[in-house]
């Protein structure tokens, strides 16, 4: 740690203990841009350095569950919240920055150093309440299991979002901070950890993104979507059909995929349309959805491939309908049941392109 960073992380935790009315005696006698950067610098130093508390705890499970068995999460949720507040106050001071308005970045700063040092003091009292000691914090193999957590949540969401979607690049920068903060066990469990606070909020800015592009969700187009996926059933029915008729088993073949046959994939396939036209909580929608686009691509894919064996092992050519030919693929969930894909309106992939 160089000489400066190690002297902003020692005044910036100062200034989470001390009044929030001394910071700007403290810098009293700079001028105006001075004052406002080095302000603005402690500022974010403590918003990492109460971020990596708050990871810290939450990527504690005994901690975690030391504090609920206290009766204290709700709490300690409430004082995340707030913590959050004070990085978009410190968001706002650097734009301030940028803007040369120098007071309104101070403004800003003193703010979140005020945020931050209620935080702080509020999550000690919280683990003192709940008799959670920090040093039971430093544990590398639940950090680990954080790392892992927020890597499958990763995995998780690019399966529901366009490759060409701006925001999809948040999930590439998460996946690779996490993998660094991976290499960096044992030994640097610091960077480690500052690696995974910076993905969570990667991962975060996602998850807030998928809730606005649900609320685009109306009934009418829930219903577009369940529609469509019936066209689909009846286009595996039709499929299957043909596959029997160029002497193809489709029990055999469905039994691989967890199906008796084929009367059970379509009744399963059926009821998972019911369950998504049926279903009132937006988030149980976006699952039952992608669900089905999941299912949709998959089995067309597993059947064009196995349907494209066998017509090889049997020297038979394509007879114009059916599965496994050029330009037959289903364009349901072509985007991976994606959202944000080419069209940049940030609408779901289902339905080829609707």
Do not use: W
């Amino acid at each position: 740690m160089n000489k400066r960073i190690r002297i902003a992380t020692i005044a910036s935790l100062v200034l989470l203990l001390v009044s929030i009315g001394s910071v700007s005696a403290i810098f009293s006698g700079q001028n105006p841009e001075t004052r406002a950067d080095r302000i603005v610098e402690i500022a974010g130093d403590a918003s990492q350095k109460v971020g990596d508390l708050i990871d810290l705890v939450l990527a504690n499970a005994t901690a975690v569950d030391m504090i609920e068995t206290a009766g204290l999460t709700e709490d300690f949720d409430g004082n995340v919240t707030l913590y959050d507040g004070g990085l978009e106050n410190v968001t706002n001071a650097y734009a301030c920055i940028a803007a040369e308005d120098y007071e309104g970045a101070i403004a800003n700063a003193t703010e979140a150093l005020s945020i931050f040092r209620e935080v702080y003091r509020s999550i000690h009292v919280i683990l003192c309440n709940s008799d959670v000691k920090i040093g039971q914090l430093v544990d590398v193999d639940e950090l680990e299991e954080a790392i892992e957590r927020s890597l499958e949540r990763v995995e998780e969401l690019q399966a529901l979002i366009s490759a060409v979607a701006p925001i999809y690049s948040n999930l590439i920068g998460a996946e690779e901070l996490l993998t660094q903060a991976k290499d960096l066990l044992p030994d640097s469990i610091e960077d480690a950890k500052t690696n995974l606070r910076e993905a969570n909020i990667l991962i975060s800015e996602v998850c807030q993104y998928l809730k606005e592009v649900a609320q685009e969700l109306n009934p009418q187009r829930i219903r577009d979507y369940c529609e469509t996926a019936y066209q689909y059933r009846e286009r595996f029915r039709g499929g299957f059909e043909q596959a029997e008729t160029e002497g193809f088993d489709v029990n055999g073949f469905l039994q691989t995929y967890g199906y008796q046959n084929e009367d059970d994939f379509m009744a399963r396939f059926q009821e998972m349309i019911e369950n998504a036209k049926g279903t009132e909580d937006i988030e149980d929608v976006l699952e039952d959805l992608e669900e089905i686009g999941r299912l949709i691509r998959e089995m067309d894919g597993n059947l064009t491939q196995e349907m494209g064996h066998h017509r090889a092992q049997h020297g038979q050519q394509a007879t114009g309908s059916g599965f496994g030919q050029e330009g037959s693929g289903s364009g349901y969930g072509q985007n991976g049941g994606s959202y944000g894909g080419s069209s940049g309106s940030g609408q779901m992939g289902f339905g080829g392109g609707q």
